[in-house]
């Protein structure tokens, strides 16, 4: 019971500090607004229209299959470094997760997918 009152405490220690160090910045922070100041920030541009249109699902769709294999990276580096230790078990499971993950991107490249125009 003791390890779980050590992690209350720390996470109420966390965040009294970012609760703090907000206080004391708004606190601080010199409030000078103006017009310029106040309109809409695009990378050095000129806004010219809403911000808030509509985009095409592929963008979506691309970004989330980047995102699968990029899981996959992640899962993929760790079980590589303590490979040795794990034995046939995990080396068949992580081959299971692979042949998952390969007849996702076949799923992906059939639908058109990976193309991006």
Known sequence: MDNYLDVAIFGLVAA????????????????????????TYECGEEP???????????YFVFALTFFVFDMEAIFLYP?????RDLG?????????????????????WKKKVLQWV
Request: avoid cysteine.
């Open 48 to 58: 010219f229209h809403d911000a808030r249109i509509n985009f095409h699902i592929r």
């Open 16 to 39: 009294g500090m970012v609760v703090v160090t907000l206080w004391i910045s708004a606190l601080l922070a010199p409030r000078r607004p103006y017009a310029k100041k106040l309109s």
């Open 88 to 108: 046939v078990f995990a080396f068949v499971e992580m081959i299971i997760f692979l042949v998952i993950l390969a007849v996702g991107l076949l799923y992906a």
């Open 79 to 83: 079980w590589a470094v303590v490979f």
